[in-house]
């Protein structure tokens, strides 16, 4: 007796069952995508082929059979003697996959543009693609197969089947969409749309946590864009435009943030809106138990209740009405969770990204109104310019506003003591961790006054009117948002201890380069991570201008043979706009760091040589200008360099920045 699903019916299924989803909300479509089941009696297979872009699968021979979310045909499930062929011919990407697939041990093997594997289980779920029909003879059980499957693919730390699913039918219900999960001794996901095709190699962290290391986390052996060239923009369905928030902890650990956040949606007709928002957070080492953040309620602007589903660091929210291009949507926000990380135990802590709802970086353009209230003697601080400060009760209160478009918005509190000077419409707050020193806050206030100034020349007024420079108790790192620049006690205390004094060497750069990102990160924002050099090297490389300036050439020569050891050590593992796509099996960044921090910036001293100081300064001032308050590019780079010098930059982005090779600077 033979068990016949031919594609006719598939159809049909689809069709009827994509009316009925059209009421259902964003928690009821991920429930239903949760509890995949078989959806009829397995049939052999042989010899069957199902192809999305790059992507081919055989299914040599085996067992299929439907797989269903509810009534809704979602796919087929199969195992089997089957193989993955996938086009790895792009001369950009083929570094990054070679050191992808080394770096998780992989065993596919890469041979004249072809990536090829095998696997012996395979979900290939879609919606709006025609797969093929499935007939033949009764094959195996499938049911013990299917559970290990979804048992295996549910421990993925990234977005799962469900979540994925359920946006897609929310946000783009009438575009394609296809996830394959397939595995043998290794585990692959395979997924596709409208926007960007992607394949990644699942694998595990040897964390000294034994809890877990069962996760799997997704090492992207391939990103590719549809519809558009990598030098595009990618795709943003809203913007967030603006930002009204409270923070509030009493114990620093525990927080509560509630967020009125006002979008700009770019489509028509979308039924939610998806965010990025952690929802389980590692911040302590060893075997801890994990942070929870949870989003207690969203409400619309009438203050109506809207469903959602929170999970996996997706945020997915069903909207009252469908979008309407340029029509702003408010919604309300109200979380917690013990989000607060004091490092090493120390009595400061910074929320960074993720603490309240965020569509993807090139939405990012948002002006922010925050009130913080830590309990004494912790002490608050946030970008923006300062509305009020002052102590009630048992705490401090901080409110500010950022009245320019930015894309980070970080809060951060701390046993600080600080003192400000103002020169101009410019007020500098320099704050030490502990105890008040004197000397050094006067002297980095002093400081970071001079660079300012130094920017202006090259880079264009300052792009703010307050800058608060943080201690951190640690050593050997900044971090620059809004308004704000995090750095760590060797600025404070350059002499004391030897370790000090190991990290002490090079502090001004480190400073510059901090302050530098309120020009590059915060003045032009970068639409991706694959633009991060538009951030790091050119931050990197303006404050080896100023560098230059007032501590000589020496100084300058120093840091471009840095950048040019660095450079070789990590260009050929992937180009620059590449670089946070490289995977290692502890999790470390370090060559991404020397790509962003090392080989960038040596480019832009290789481009500074071939066009001279006063023409690369120039032009250095008129990007500033010309993508004040905008969404930067590499592309615009070049264009504006290439429209000021009358020069054909194209062939030295191809060859050094979206490629592996490296200039010799004479």
Same mark, same amino acid.
């Given at each position: 007796?033979?068990?016949?699903?031919?594609?006719?019916?598939?159809?049909?299924?689809?069709?009827?069952?994509?009316?009925?989803?059209?009421?259902?909300?964003?928690?009821?479509?991920?429930?239903?995508?949760?509890?995949?089941?078989?959806?009829?009696?397995?049939?052999?297979?042989?010899?069957?082929?199902?192809?999305?872009?790059?992507?081919?699968?055989?299914?040599?021979?085996?067992?299929?059979?439907?797989?269903?979310?509810?009534?809704?045909?979602?796919?087929?499930?199969?195992?089997?003697?089957?193989?993955?062929?996938?086009?790895?011919?792009?001369?950009?990407?083929?570094?990054?996959?070679?050191?992808?697939?080394?770096?998780?041990?992989?065993?596919?093997?890469?041979?004249?543009?072809?990536?090829?594997?095998?696997?012996?289980?395979?979900?290939?779920?879609?919606?709006?693609?025609?797969?093929?029909?499935?007939?033949?003879?009764?094959?195996?059980?499938?049911?013990?197969?299917?559970?290990?499957?979804?048992?295996?693919?549910?421990?993925?730390?990234?977005?799962?089947?469900?979540?994925?699913?359920?946006?897609?039918?929310?946000?783009?219900?009438?575009?394609?969409?296809?996830?394959?999960?397939?595995?043998?001794?290794?585990?692959?996901?395979?997924?596709?749309?409208?926007?960007?095709?992607?394949?990644?190699?699942?694998?595990?962290?040897?964390?000294?946590?034994?809890?877990?290391?069962?996760?799997?986390?997704?090492?992207?052996?391939?990103?590719?864009?549809?519809?558009?060239?990598?030098?595009?923009?990618?795709?943003?369905?809203?913007?967030?435009?603006?930002?009204?928030?409270?923070?509030?902890?009493?114990?620093?650990?525990?927080?509560?943030?509630?967020?009125?956040?006002?979008?700009?949606?770019?489509?028509?007709?979308?039924?939610?809106?998806?965010?990025?928002?952690?929802?389980?957070?590692?911040?302590?080492?060893?075997?801890?138990?994990?942070?929870?953040?949870?989003?207690?309620?969203?409400?619309?602007?009438?203050?109506?209740?809207?469903?959602?589903?929170?999970?996996?660091?997706?945020?997915?929210?069903?909207?009252?009405?469908?979008?309407?291009?340029?029509?702003?949507?408010?919604?309300?926000?109200?979380?917690?969770?013990?989000?607060?990380?004091?490092?090493?135990?120390?009595?400061?802590?910074?929320?960074?990204?993720?603490?309240?709802?965020?569509?993807?970086?090139?939405?990012?353009?948002?002006?922010?109104?925050?009130?913080?209230?830590?309990?004494?003697?912790?002490?608050?601080?946030?970008?923006?310019?300062?509305?009020?400060?002052?102590?009630?009760?048992?705490?401090?209160?901080?409110?500010?506003?950022?009245?320019?478009?930015?894309?980070?918005?970080?809060?951060?509190?701390?046993?600080?003591?600080?003192?400000?000077?103002?020169?101009?419409?410019?007020?500098?707050?320099?704050?030490?961790?502990?105890?008040?020193?004197?000397?050094?806050?006067?002297?980095?206030?002093?400081?970071?006054?001079?660079?300012?100034?130094?920017?202006?020349?090259?880079?264009?007024?300052?792009?703010?009117?307050?800058?608060?420079?943080?201690?951190?108790? /640690?050593? =050997?790192?900044?971090?620059?948002? $809004?308004?704000?620049?995090?750095?760590?006690? !060797? *600025? @404070?205390?350059?002499? #004391?201890?030897?370790?000090?004094?190991?990290?002490?060497?090079?502090?001004?750069?480190?400073?510059?380069?901090?302050?530098?990102?309120?020009?590059?990160?915060?003045?032009?924002?970068?639409?991706?991570?694959?633009?991060?050099?538009?951030?790091?090297?050119?931050?990197?490389?303006?404050?080896?201008?100023?560098?230059?300036?007032?501590?000589?050439?020496?100084?300058?020569?120093?840091?471009?043979?840095?950048?040019?050891?660095?450079?070789?050590?990590?260009?050929?593992?992937?180009?620059?706009?590449?670089?946070?796509?490289?995977?290692?099996?502890?999790?470390?960044?370090?060559?991404?760091?020397?790509?962003?921090? /090392?080989? =960038?910036?040596?480019?832009?001293? $290789?481009?500074?040589?071939?066009?001279?100081? !006063? *023409? @690369?300064?120039?032009? #250095?001032?008129?990007?500033?200008?010309?993508?004040?308050?905008?969404?930067?590019?590499?592309?615009?780079?070049?264009?504006?360099?290439?429209?000021?010098?009358?020069?054909?930059?194209?062939?030295?982005?191809?060859?050094?920045?979206?490629?592996?090779?490296?200039?010799?600077?004479?």
């Amino acid at each position: 007796m033979k068990s016949i699903f031919r594609c006719t019916a598939l159809l049909g299924v689809l069709f009827v069952s994509l009316l009925a989803a059209a009421d259902e909300n964003a928690p009821q479509l991920v429930a239903r995508y949760e509890h995949l089941q078989l959806g009829g009696a397995p049939v052999t297979v042989s010899n069957l082929t199902i192809t999305s872009g790059s992507m081919k699968f055989t299914l040599n021979s085996g067992s299929a059979a439907i797989v269903k979310a509810g009534d809704e045909v979602v796919g087929i499930f199969f195992k089997g003697d089957g193989v993955f062929d996938y086009s790895a011919n792009d001369a950009v990407e083929l570094p990054i996959m070679q050191t992808n697939l080394r770096n998780t041990k992989s065993n596919a093997t890469l041979t004249n543009g072809i990536l090829h594997g095998t696997f012996s289980e395979a979900l290939i779920a879609a919606q709006n693609v025609t797969l093929p029909a499935l007939e033949g003879a009764v094959g195996q059980p499938l049911d013990e197969a299917f559970g290990k499957n979804r048992d295996v693919f549910t421990r993925d730390r990234d977005t799962q089947l469900a979540m994925t699913f359920a946006v897609h039918k929310l946000i783009a219900a009438g575009q394609r969409a296809m996830r394959a999960e397939f595995r043998s001794s290794e585990e692959w996901v395979y997924a596709a749309d409208h926007e960007d095709e992607k394949l990644e190699r699942l694998y595990t962290i040897d964390f000294d946590d034994r809890a877990r290391r069962v996760e799997r986390y997704e090492a992207p052996i391939s990103e590719r864009p549809v519809g558009r060239g990598r030098a595009d923009i990618p795709p943003y369905d809203v913007v967030l435009t603006a930002i009204d928030y409270s923070v509030f902890s009493d114990d620093n650990r525990n927080a509560s943030v509630r967020a009125t956040e006002t979008f700009m949606p770019r489509t028509n007709g979308a039924r939610g809106i998806v965010l990025d928002l952690s929802d389980t957070l590692h911040l302590d080492e060893g075997a801890r138990p994990p942070r929870h953040y949870s989003v207690k309620s969203v409400t619309a602007s009438d203050g109506k209740q809207l469903p959602f589903a929170h999970k996996e660091g997706v945020l997915l929210v069903s909207l009252p009405e469908p979008t309407t291009a340029a029509s702003p949507i408010t919604l309300k926000f109200e979380l917690e969770g013990d989000i607060i990380k004091q490092v090493g135990g120390d009595n400061q802590w910074i929320l960074r990204m993720g603490w309240f709802p965020l569509p993807p970086l090139a939405g990012l353009a948002m002006t922010a109104h925050g009130v913080i209230k830590v309990k004494a003697p912790f002490v608050p601080f946030a970008g923006g310019k300062t509305i009020a400060r002052k102590a009630e009760g048992d705490y401090n209160i901080l409110e500010t506003q950022i009245d320019q478009p930015v894309a980070f918005v970080f809060v951060a509190a701390g046993k600080f003591f600080f003192e400000e000077e103002k020169r101009g419409n410019i007020t500098v707050r320099t704050a030490s961790y502990g105890q008040k020193n004197t000397r050094a806050i006067k002297r980095i206030n002093g400081l970071a006054f001079d660079m300012i100034q130094y920017y202006e020349f090259f880079l264009g007024p300052y792009p703010g009117e307050e800058l608060n420079i943080l201690e951190m108790n /640690d050593l =050997g790192w900044g971090q620059a948002p $809004a308004g704000i620049v995090f750095i760590t006690s !060797e *600025a @404070f205390q350059p002499l #004391l201890g030897e370790l000090n004094q190991l990290y002490s060497e090079g502090i001004n750069e480190r400073i510059a380069h901090e302050i530098a990102h309120q020009y590059w990160g915060t003045a032009v924002r970068m639409p991706s991570f694959e633009e991060q050099w538009l951030t790091e090297a050119f931050a990197e490389y303006s404050a080896a201008l100023l560098l230059k300036k007032f501590q000589g050439p020496a100084t300058y020569q120093r840091l471009l043979a840095h950048w040019k050891a660095g450079a070789n050590e990590s260009r050929a593992l992937a180009p620059i706009p590449l670089a946070n796509r490289i995977t290692t099996p502890n999790n470390s960044d370090w060559n991404r760091v020397k790509l962003l921090y /090392d080989k =960038g910036p040596y480019l832009l001293a $290789a481009l500074n040589k071939q066009v001279g100081d !006063e *023409a @690369f300064m120039t032009f #250095l001032k008129s990007y500033q200008k010309s993508f004040h308050n905008k969404l930067g590019t590499t592309k615009d780079v070049a264009g504006l360099l290439g429209f000021m010098t009358k020069q054909d930059f194209k062939p030295f982005f191809d060859k050094y920045y979206w490629g592996t090779a490296l200039p010799d600077i004479k």
